[in-house]
């Protein structure tokens, strides 16, 4: 006779199975029928086990009764019929009484409700725990599936690594691992399924390595480290479905790693924003999917696929409509942030118009409708005032700690742009702008460079400086230079007024050009020109000393002194004087004979030719002759003195020749003994004497230059070459250096600031690199089969080149000389 387990479900044609099988040799009970052919089984009776060797205590919760299992033991170990009989066949004996359910099997899995506790449950790490009372849900595994439509997630311990991979993709045909929507599976004939090969069932997989496919994966644990999120994209031109352990190439567009050190990195293919902004809109539910009045496909295409609606638009910024699109999306940032933060990040919800509300940035109540308050600054008030003021915050409450807070319609940030621009920029309008090959720094206001140490500015072709006002250059300790190779241009007065005006407010009188640089002293102003000239053009020419608050003092035009020609070109040339005016004949003040024009007397040192009349409106006292060539001698007197010449005697010729011997005396020793001592009292001490201006040393030394290494601080200098530097290096790219010409002082060579050593030692350093190939635009590769190339084993930077400054790139050659 056979017998039927009783069902205890429904038998009819829709509902669950008992799926509990009887294993042979079970004790059970029957209820057998005169009529049936087979017994009717009730249930399994526990077996009356008297051997307690055969005794299998049983717990309903693992690992919770391990203290006092021994107790619970000692009365099942009596032997003989008087002790107690054991009828728990495998069943827990540490029961609440409390009417307990379930099941259990022999290594613990079980199910089990009682008024405090559900568990489904392999053992205490393995299960699903609802507890009462503290409304706890516990899901705990060693290891973790979690499977949806569109996400895998699973939590797995390999080996001495514990991984946790999260992988999300917006398309379920992704998910069950196509490309493209289709249909993922094979149909398989019947004898293929139920007798070939009976692992298999009616459908199945298009390939038994077919697996999901996920954009989104996000990499937690030994993999992922601190954490790692990626977004891929599809491989390029693959067909078929995605399958396990293949090397498909899916393009990386978006990586964001932190590792246990704690350093973070981030990367996009596309492009980063982060803003300070506000207006942002918030979708608002609408309808539930299973809602009647929800999206269909009769309004609205499903993942831009499936349904009668209008596709979805997507893109990843405006389209450019100028040659130089650089610069046309950094001028159009508003447009790009219009389009992020009102469209890109928000047109799923903006398609799902049964689905979700999406209200527009202009209707937005919170904030006025205004996201930027474009009227909020007024740039014309930079005319009078250093700074602006923000403008007036909304007042937003954000709960019951902060109450309402202050936000402000403005909006700042850092801009990543997909051509690899950046743009760093602020709520007053102020930008700093990388983008094709330059960096601008804008703002309505003022730009500050402020620096503890040096402001540096290296221009590799032209410093071009440009103000609408003025321009101020001052040193408020020392020097300032300006050197050029060739011309230097100074002009003043282009709109028809104006001049130039060159100052020196120096009291001492000191002139010492031993040493160079910061150390020189000099006073005045002083044109050098050793081998050329010093010119003036001008309508007028004037020069003078003293007046207003200048002091009075002389002015002096050597010519080598005394060696060279003075020349004064002129229709007319107007001396006015208030004593008189010398001509000192000898060198450098040892005066031999002297001209002197005074008001009430003049001297001339040597004989005079006067080529026509002489006029005289005194007498004539003549030491000599008076010889007529060509004429005679007419006097007034003449008739009375019957024609005769009277004779100069007696007392008449006394004073006559005192007279003469005073004026000789005069002319020959008087003046020049004054033309002597005025050289020697006020020319040689004001020009000539040790490191006076006159002085031929002086003027040999007294050349333009630069500061040494120590007068610049620099002694320590070290410059690391730029970024575009160092790529166009690496890529064998051939570029013009920077070669500085020294400036020659005191037979030493003399450099701009950092100083000589940068230029002549090794004090530039080109950076080489070690994991990255910049020739072939990727990074090295990082080995096969397990074997970690050396470069990825124990990562170190490049030991830098130490080159000379004259090896520093520039991109255009000196003008005229570009290829």
Not at 3 to 14: C, E, M, P, Q
Not at 293 to 306: I, M
Not at 646 to 666: F, K, M, P, V, Y
Request: hydrophobic share 35%.
């Amino acid at each position: 006779m056979t017998g039927v387990w009783l069902a205890d479900t429904s038998i009819s044609a829709f509902g669950p199975r008992d799926l509990t099988t009887l294993q042979p040799g079970q004790v059970v009970l029957t209820v057998i029928h005169e009529h049936w052919p087979s017994a009717i089984i009730l249930g399994v009776l526990p077996p009356a086990d008297l051997d307690p060797g055969k005794t299998i205590p049983s717990l309903l919760l693992l690992a919770t009764r391990s203290r006092v299992d021994e107790s619970h033991k000692l009365p099942l170990r009596m032997t003989g019929l008087a002790g107690p009989v054991n009828w728990l066949a495998g069943r827990p004996f540490d029961l609440t009484t409390g009417g307990e359910k379930g099941w259990i099997t022999e290594t613990g899995l079980r199910i089990c409700i009682d008024s405090f506790l559900v568990q489904l449950a392999v053992d205490e790490s393995c299960g699903i725990f609802a507890f009462l009372h503290d409304q706890l849900l516990r899901i705990a595994g060693q290891n973790l599936q979690l499977w949806t439509a569109g996400m895998v997630q699973e939590g797995i311990l390999d080996g001495n690594e514990y991984n946790h991979i999260t992988g999300i993709t917006p398309y379920p045909w992704e998910q069950l691992g196509l490309f493209e929507p289709g249909d993922p599976r094979r149909e398989l004939e019947a004898e293929d399924w139920q007798v070939k090969e009976p692992h298999y069932s009616k459908w199945e997989p298009k390939d038994d390595k077919q697996m999901p496919w996920h954009r989104y994966r996000q990499f937690q644990g030994y993999l992922g480290q601190g954490a790692k999120q990626s977004i891929q994209g599809p491989p390029r031109g693959a067909e078929g479905p995605n399958k396990f352990g293949t090397a498909t190439e899916h393009p990386l567009l978006f990586d964001s790693f932190t590792g246990l050190n704690g350093y973070h990195a981030l990367a996009s293919a596309a492009g980063i924003s982060i803003h300070k902004r506000i207006g942002m809109v918030s979708p608002l539910q609408k309808a539930r999917p299973e809602q009647p009045d929800a999206d269909t496909s009769t309004n609205y295409k499903f993942g831009g696929q499936t349904g009668d609606g209008p596709a979805p638009k997507i893109t990843t910024e405006p389209a450019t409509q100028d040659d130089d699109a650089s610069l046309q999306r950094v001028a159009g940032l508003l447009d790009l942030h219009a389009y992020l933060f009102n469209y890109a990040g928000t047109h799923p919800f903006f398609w799902h118009g049964k689905d979700w509300g999406l209200a527009e940035e202009s209707a937005l109540e919170w904030t006025e409708g205004k996201s930027l308050h474009g009227d909020a600054f007024d740039y014309s008030k930079l005319a009078s005032k250093m700074i602006l003021p923000p403008p007036k915050p909304l007042r937003i409450k954000v709960d019951h700690r902060y109450g309402e807070q202050d936000y402000y319609q403005t909006e700042s940030g850092i801009d990543f742009l997909p051509d690899g621009s950046v743009v760093i920029f602020d709520g007053w309008g102020s930008e700093i702008v990388m983008s094709g090959g330059s960096i601008s720094s804008r703002a309505a206001g003022d730009i500050w460079h402020q620096a503890g140490r040096n402001v540096n500015t290296w221009a590799g072709y032209d410093a071009i400086t440009r103000a609408k006002n003025s321009i101020d250059l001052s040193a408020t300790e020392r020097d300032v230079r300006i050197k050029a190779e060739r011309n230097v241009q100074v002009v003043a007065g282009n709109s028809g007024s104006g001049g130039v005006l060159i100052e020196s407010r120096a009291t001492e009188d000191e002139f010492n050009f031993e040493k160079f640089g910061e150390d020189a002293v000099y006073q005045g102003i002083i044109l050098r020109a050793a081998h050329s000239e010093v010119i003036n053009w001008a309508k007028n020419v004037y020069v003078r000393t003293g007046g207003g608050d200048v002091d009075a003092g002389v002015i002096t035009i050597d010519a080598n002194k005394g060696q060279a020609n003075i020349s004064l070109h002129g229709s007319m040339i107007n001396n006015y004087v208030s004593n008189g005016v010398f001509h000192y004949f000898g060198n450098e003040g040892d005066v031999t004979k002297a001209n002197s024009f005074l008001e009430g007397f003049c001297t001339i040192c040597s004989p005079t030719f006067i080529g026509g009349a002489a006029v005289v409106a005194g007498s004539l006292l003549t030491q000599g002759s008076i010889a007529v060539t060509n004429g005679h001698i007419a006097t007034e007197q003449a008739k009375s003195a019957s024609n005769l010449v009277g004779t100069l005697e007696g007392e008449s010729l006394r004073q006559a020749n005192e007279t003469i011997a005073d004026e000789q005396t005069i002319a020959n020793n008087e003046i020049p003994q004054l033309g002597k001592t005025f050289f020697n009292a006020e020319l040689q001490p004001t020009w000539y004497d040790t490191n006076r201006p006159g002085e031929d040393t002086t003027i040999r030394k007294g050349t333009f230059s630069f500061r040494d290494p120590k007068q610049y601080s620099s002694e320590d200098f070290k410059l690391y070459e730029a970024r575009w530097q160092q790529m166009s290096r690496l890529a064998g790219q051939t570029l013009p250096t920077w070669e500085e010409k020294p400036v020659a002082t005191l037979g030493q060579q003399f450099y701009p600031y950092p100083g000589k050593d940068a230029f002549t030692d090794d004090k530039f350093f080109q950076q080489e690199l070690t994991l990255f190939e910049v020739k072939e635009g990727h990074s090295k590769d990082r080995g096969k089969d397990g074997e970690l190339v050396d470069a990825y084993k124990e990562p170190k930077y490049g030991v830098p080149k130490a080159v000379s400054l004259q090896q520093y790139t520039v991109i255009r050659k000196p003008n005229g000389q570009d290829s």
